[in-house]
């Protein structure tokens, strides 16, 4: 298996890495993305893979394995190019206070990053190894880290058309609006958008194709 994936997912450091998903339904937009670039991806879906994967690490050199929604997959297989923003340095130091200050409240840490621009606007990532401690302490009996609570990185992709219309539209409401109509659609890919947050989901996007 390895030798077959090394061409195609061997990073810039020249470490293997391999990337897993827990769940086809819920990683689905992930598993996409991976495969749209050529990647392969393993389904790993037992309770205790952690501390298999753990062990794995462990026992190779120069092997890794990531979860497909643990970060962007440019930044899962890094590889030597890198991608060119769209945006200025100004610009992004003009639009990150934008959307942080929207989004502050979901606790998101926001990161910018120049990603295809036919890629999502936000995608929410979950760090591998906050994800994977919680994981191992929930299936092994402690407490400490299980229950806290988890932590997502909200990533803007800054060569994405609509990030743009973001920082250049005159009226807050507006910049707003579409701020969170793109922060839900993130949610949605990690199946956080429930109850209330749905609702008004659902409201504002009847209410943007009228």
């Not at 191992?136 to 990533?155: A, E, I, K, S, Y």
């Amino acid at each position: 298996l390895t030798e077959n994936l090394k061409a195609q997912h061997t990073d810039k450091d020249d470490k293997l890495v391999l990337l897993y998903a827990s769940n086809t339904e819920e990683q689905h937009s992930y598993i996409v993305g991976a495969k749209n670039k050529g990647y392969k991806v393993l389904l790993l879906d037992s309770p205790i893979i952690g501390h298999l994967i753990q062990k794995l690490e462990g026992s190779k050199e120069k092997i890794t394995f990531a979860r497909v929604d643990g970060d962007t997959i440019e930044n899962l297989i890094k590889k030597e190019e890198n991608k060119v923003s769209k945006l200025s340095e100004d610009e992004k130091e003009n639009l990150k206070p934008l959307i942080e200050s929207v989004v502050k409240e979901s606790g998101y840490t926001v990161q910018l990053e120049a990603m295809d621009s036919d890629a999502l606007p936000f995608v929410l990532t979950q760090p591998e190894f906050m994800r994977r401690m919680k994981e191992m302490q929930r299936t092994g009996g402690g407490m400490m880290m299980g229950n806290m609570p988890d932590m997502f990185n909200l990533v803007v992709n800054t060569n994405h058309e609509l990030v743009g219309e973001i920082l250049n539209t005159k009226t807050a409401k507006k910049r707003e609006r579409l701020i969170l109509q793109a922060l839900d659609l993130a949610k949605l890919s990690q199946n956080q958008l429930k109850g209330e947050a749905l609702t008004k989901f659902i409201q504002r996007s009847v209410e943007m194709i009228k």
